[in-house]
């Protein structure tokens, strides 16, 4: 499923902080379809390509398992079985 956003600069409702950009370009030819992410108040930006068994995030390939493992704590998750769910903090 791709995710779709107004895309508003500078746009702080949600997360009170900009909220990220994003855009989706689908599959053409043989490049795998990407999302554009655009920081929220500047023009800084991210190219994420993905495909079955790997993605491509800012030019640095990798298979998915490989992302899991740097990002997954980043974003606070953790994998429970089949399942990713949000990892409790010391103080919730
Ligand atoms: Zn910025």
Request: charged share 30%; glycine share 10%.
């Amino acid at each position: 499923m791709v995710l779709k956003r107004l895309n508003r600069f500078y746009d702080t409702s949600r997360f009170r902080q900009p909220q990220i950009r994003v855009y989706h370009r689908r599959a053409k030819g043989k490049k795998c379809p990407r999302y554009l992410l655009k920081c929220g108040c500047c023009e800084d930006q991210l190219e994420i390509y993905y495909a079955e068994d790997g993605l491509e995030i800012g030019g640095v390939n990798g298979a998915i398992d490989d992302w899991r493992e740097i990002l997954l704590p980043l974003l606070l998750l953790e994998r429970k079985g089949d399942v990713f769910v949000p990892k409790l903090g010391p103080g919730s």
